[in-house]
Each structure stands twice: as C-alpha cells, then as structure tokens.
C-alpha cells in the first residue's frame, strides 16, 4: 500500500480496491498508471451521468456522490511518457511542456494535476527509466521516419493532436507496415526506449512539435 502511495493518489488505490472486491488483489507496479487513468476517466464522467448511471461509477462511491475537477486530457500514462521523453526530475521541467500544452493551467490552480506530475516523476525515476531499452531503426524504419520528419516540419507548431496523429498514421501506411501497431511499436521502441507508449498525437502535441524533430533527428544519427 505504501508503495503504491509514493507513486499515485489515494483515490487510484481506492479505486483498485472498489473492483471485485472479493478478489485476491497483488499490487504490481505496473498496474498504478492504468489505475490512475481509469480513476481519471471515472471522475470526468461523473458529472454528465444520469443519476442511475453515476451509482454504477465506482468515482460516485470513492467521492461521496461529489467528484473533485481534474483534468482528464493530460493522462497519467501520457505524463510518464514526456517525463522518459524529456529525462525529468523535477516538476519544473513537466510543467514547462504542460504550460504550453494547456496556458490555462498552472500548479496553483490545478493541484491534482500537479500531484499527478510529481507522481509520474517519481514513478519515471525508480521503475521506468532503469528498464529502458532503445534500439536502432531498421532501414525500413530509417526511412518511415525521415518522411514522419519531413511531415512534421509542415505541421503548424500549434496544430491539434489528432491531426498530428493523422500524419503519424499515413507515413506507417505508406511505408507498407501492413500492422499499423508495428510501426507504432516502433515509434516507442526507438524514440522511447520501450515496447508501449501513448498515443503519438497527443504525446507529439505535449512534448512539442520542435523537440519531437529534434528526438527523431538524435535516433536517425545514432
């Protein structure tokens, strides 16, 4: 339980608990950011519910019939994400790429979310980036992301993460990965030194278009 608490909220551990109950339950660390975003995902509904849906949400009973804001956008898997992606310390350095993601946010006035951030790099620090793995492209992927490069260099700097996502997508079917999933995988596995990851679009978005490039750039020359 400890442990659990030095890398999510309460409300995600609650939340772990709340289902099947009756279940044997062992807290594998890989379990708290899934926990977390669920948690997240409850909450934000919450609010839209009809009264006899928000009884069946496990948020209504966590929270009383009354769940606190939080953001939903920023997931906790897509924190730890750019927390790998910029090698953060500390909040500081997330809240600099959240800043320009949501202007409207800051720590003081989105206190969760600031947890949230604190959580995800702590969680980085002690269980991620100890197994990361990059690896080199194939030449087949050498090439998918020269063109993602070229691509990314005619979006806006400040365009939507589905339309970023949407480029993504074209350069894995162009590039004939007949699995879009292997391409993403890839995408993960060279850029972020693991075999899963987030949703590009949005993770592109948040981290930033120019970092993105430059990132790309450093595993193209590696």
Same mark, same amino acid.
């Given at each position: 339980?400890?442990?659990?608490?030095?890398?999510?909220?309460?409300?995600?551990?609650?939340?772990?608990?709340?289902? *099947? $109950?009756?279940?044997?339950? =062992?807290?594998?660390? &890989?379990?708290?950011?899934? @926990?977390?975003?669920?948690? +997240?995902?409850?909450?934000?509904?919450?609010?839209?519910?009809?009264?006899?849906?928000?009884?069946?949400?496990?948020?209504?009973?966590?929270?009383?019939?009354?769940?606190?804001?939080?953001?939903?956008?920023?997931?906790?898997?897509?924190?730890?994400?750019?927390?790998?992606?910029?090698?953060?310390?500390?909040?500081?350095?997330?809240?600099?790429?959240?800043?320009?993601?949501?202007?409207?946010?800051?720590?003081?006035?989105?206190?969760?979310?600031?947890?949230?951030?604190?959580?995800?790099?702590?969680?980085?620090?002690?269980?991620? *980036? $100890?197994?990361?793995?990059? =690896?080199?492209?194939? &030449?087949?992927?050498?090439? @998918?992301?020269?063109?993602? +490069?070229?691509?990314?260099?005619?979006?806006?700097?400040?365009?939507?993460?589905?339309?970023?996502?949407?480029?993504?997508?074209?350069?894995?079917?162009?590039?004939?990965?007949?699995?879009?999933?292997?391409?993403?995988?890839?995408?993960?596995?060279?850029?972020?030194?693991?075999?899963?990851?987030?949703?590009?679009?949005?993770?592109?978005?948040?981290?930033?278009?120019?970092?993105?490039?430059?990132?790309?750039?450093?595993?193209?020359?590696?």
């Amino acid at each position: 339980m400890e442990e659990w608490l030095a890398y999510a909220p309460p409300e995600s551990l609650a939340l772990y608990m709340f289902q *099947k $109950p009756k279940s044997a339950k =062992r807290l594998y660390f &890989d379990v708290i950011p899934r @926990a977390v975003d669920e948690y +997240l995902a409850f909450v934000a509904k919450l609010p839209v519910e009809e009264p006899a849906k928000a009884l069946e949400n496990p948020a209504w009973h966590i929270h009383n019939g009354t769940a606190p804001a939080v953001r939903s956008d920023v997931s906790f898997n897509l924190l730890l994400n750019l927390a790998g992606a910029a090698n953060a310390e500390t909040k500081d350095v997330m809240w600099g790429f959240i800043s320009r993601y949501a202007p409207e946010a800051t720590p003081e006035n989105s206190p969760f979310l600031d947890k949230l951030v604190g959580y995800a790099v702590r969680y980085y620090q002690d269980q991620v *980036k $100890p197994t990361k793995r990059f =690896r080199a492209p194939t &030449d087949a992927e050498r090439a @998918a992301l020269e063109d993602l +490069l070229t691509r990314l260099d005619g979006i806006p700097a400040d365009a939507a993460g589905d339309v970023i996502q949407n480029e993504v997508f074209a350069v894995g079917k162009e590039h004939g990965f007949t699995e879009l999933r292997a391409w993403f995988q890839a995408l993960y596995e060279v850029l972020l030194g693991q075999t899963t990851g987030p949703r590009m679009g949005s993770f592109i978005q948040l981290y930033g278009l120019d970092e993105t490039k430059a990132l790309i750039r450093e595993k193209l020359v590696a």
